[in-house]
C-alpha cells in the first residue's frame, strides 16, 4: 500500500534515534539513495540489533516505501561486520534494490555524517545534510514504524536496559510508560543508590530520577553506579569545564586529531576552543569551526590524555554563537582529509568500553517477550523537534490505544512542524496540561 508523507506524520512517526526529526519532513526529498542506521555505535545498546532479528521483513517494507517517497534508487543497510546474525536476518529479508554494507566496530560508525562515508564514500559539507549529497538516513525503529503506517500510528518504544541490571534487555512499552517501570522489567537495579542515564552512555543525559515517561525517542536506560567515570563526567558543570581546562589543557590537540568531523574535512578543532578558556580570543570559537561539533564526546571522554571536557566547552560556545545568531557562511572544508585520515583513526568500540569502564558490564540485550500493559501512562506533547501538540482530550474523556489525542499546531495559517500524538493504551484522561497527557488504564 503507497503511503504519503501527510500519512506518515499523522501516523506519528518521528526519528526514533536521534533528536525526534519529524520524518515526513525527511522523506519529502529527493535523494538516489536511503541509508538504513543499523549501526548502533553507542555501547551497550541492543535494540535496533534485535529488532532486526525479530521484524527484518517488516523494516524491509519501511525503507521500501522511504525508496519510494524520495525516488531512490537503492538503499543501503550499515550493520557492523562483526554482527553476522543480524546481517544474516536482514540479508534473508533484503529486496533486489538494497545491499547491505558491513561497518567497522568503531565508535561513532551511528553518526550520519560518518555513515554516509563509511555506506557511500560521500562526505557532507559542515553545515550540510545528508540530502546535500543524494542520501536519506533512517534509523531501524524509525523504518518499522513507517512500514506500519496505514495500520497503527507509533504507540510503543522500544528500549535497551543495560548497566547494573539484573537482566539487560530490549524492551517494548506503551509510550508514557516511566522509566522506573522499565528498570522493573530488567529486573532492577544490581547496586544501592544507582545512578541513570537517559539515552546511550556518550552521548545520553544523566537524569536524577526514574519518574520520567518513555518517549518516541528514548533509545536506552544504563544503570550506573554514582561514583562511575560516566556519572561524574555528565555531573560536571560549565564553571568546573572550564576552570579545569583552563589549569590543564597542554594543546596537545589530540581531541582534534580524533575528532570523527575533524577527519571528515569539517573546521572544527576542539583544542582551539580549549584555547580559548586560557586567552582573551573573542572570535576563537567562530573559527575553531564549534557549531559543527557533533557532541559525540570522543573526545572529552576518550581522547584528552589529561580527562578534559572539550565537547562541554564546544557545546557552551555554540550556544552563545546561536544566542548570537552567528553563522559560518561558506565554511572551509577540506575534502581531501576524509581519505587521508578516516581509515587510521578510527576508535574500536572495545577501546572505548574499556577506556570509559563499561567492559565489566553484560553486553548483550535480548527482546523480552509478551506484552506489557501499564497501569497509566504520561504522554508528552512534545516528542520531536519542532512545536508541542495541542490536546484534543480534556480530563474525564474515555480514549482508545491509538486514538489520536494531539495535533501539530497551526501557526500564521501553516501546520508548525512536528508530528502527531496517539493514546498508547485504553483508559481514561486523568490529567491534561501544556506538557502533557495523563491517561489510567480501564
Not at 225 to 252: L, M, Y
Not at 270 to 295: K, W, Y
Request: with cysteine.
Amino acid at each position: 500500500m503507497s503511503i504519503t508523507q501527510d500519512d506518515i506524520a499523522s501516523a506519528g512517526v518521528v526519528g526514533a534515534g536521534g533528536a525526534g526529526f519529524p520524518t515526513h519532513v525527511k522523506l519529502s526529498g529527493k535523494a538516489d539513495t536511503v541509508v538504513l542506521n543499523a549501526a548502533e555505535c553507542e555501547p551497550l545498546l541492543h535494540k535496533d540489533k534485535e529488532l532486526i532479528l525479530r521484524d527484518a521483513s517488516l523494516i524491509v517494507e519501511g525503507l521500501e516505501r522511504a525508496i519510494e517517497l524520495v525516488g531512490a534508487k537503492e538503499a543501503v543497510i550499515g550493520i557492523k561486520a562483526k554482527y553476522h546474525n543480524v546481517i544474516d536476518a536482514m540479508q534473508k529479508a533484503l529486496r533486489p534494490n538494497m545491499r547491505i554494507s558491513p561497518l567497522p566496530d568503531v565508535y561513532p560508525s551511528g553518526d550520519e555524517f560518518v555513515l554516509v562515508y563509511l555506506t557511500l564514500g560521500r562526505v557532507i559539507a559542515p553545515g550540510a545534510i545528508p540530502l546535500s549529497v543524494g542520501a536519506v538516513v533512517m534509523n531501524v525503529e524509525t523504518a518499522r514504524n513507517v512500514a506500519l503506517v496505514g495500520e497503527t500510528p507509533v504507540v510503543d518504544k522500544y528500549v535497551s536496559i543495560a548497566g547494573a541490571v539484573k537482566n539487560p534487555s530490549s524492551v517494548c512499552v506503551p509510550l508514557g510508560t516511566s522509566l522506573q517501570e522499565c528498570l522493573e522489567l530488567a529486573g532492577g537495579a544490581t547496586i544501592d543508590d544507582p545512578a541513570y542515564v537517559v539515552g546511550g552512555a556518550m552521548m545520553g543525559k544523566l537524569i536524577p530520577d526514574l519518574n520520567a515517561p518513555v518517549t518516541k525517542t528514548t533509545g536506552g536506560l544504563i544503570v550506573l553506579p554514582r561514583d562511575h567515570f560516566i556519572v561524574q563526567r555528565k555531573s560536571w558543570d560549565w564553571n568546573k569545564t572550564a576552570r579545569i581546562g583552563r589549569a590543564a589543557c597542554d594543546q596537545c590537540s589530540r581531541c582534534t586529531e580524533l575528532c570523527p568531523r575533524y577527519m571528515l574535512g569539517h573546521p572544527i578543532e576542539p583544542h582551539r576552543a580549549m584555547r580559548s578558556l586560557g586567552f582573551n580570543m573573542s572570535r576563537e570559537a567562530d573559527v575553531a569551526g564549534t557549531q559543527f561539533c557533533s557532541e559525540c564526546n570522543l573526545c572529552s571522554y576518550c581522547s584528552c590524555p589529561e580527562g578534559l571536557d572539550p565537547r562541554g566547552v564546544n557545546n557552551q560556545n555554540k550556544l552563545r554563537i546561536i544566542a548570537e545568531k552567528k553563522r559560518w557562511v561558506n565554511p572551509p572544508f577540506d575534502q581531501e582529509r576524509p581519505d587521508r585520515l578516516m581509515p587510521f583513526r578510527k576508535t574500536p568500540t572495545k577501546r572505548l568500553m574499556k577506556r570509559i569502564g563499561l567492559d565489566g558490564f553484560v553486553n548483550h540485550g535480548p527482546m523480552l517477550q509478551g506484552e506489557y500493559h501499564p497501569k497509566s501512562v504520561t504522554i508528552l506533547l512534545k516528542q520531536h523537534i519542532g512545536a508541542p501538540c495541542v490536546a484534543l482530550v480534556k480530563q474525564g474523556d474515555v480514549v482508545r490505544r491509538q486514538q489520536p489525542i494531539a495535533i501539530r499546531p497551526v501557526v500564521d495559517g501553516k501546520t508548525a512542524l512536528g508530528a502527531d500524538i496517539h493514546a498508547s493504551i485504553d483508559g481514561v484522561v486523568t490529567q491534561v496540561d501544556a506538557q502533557s497527557v495523563t491517561i489510567q488504564a480501564n
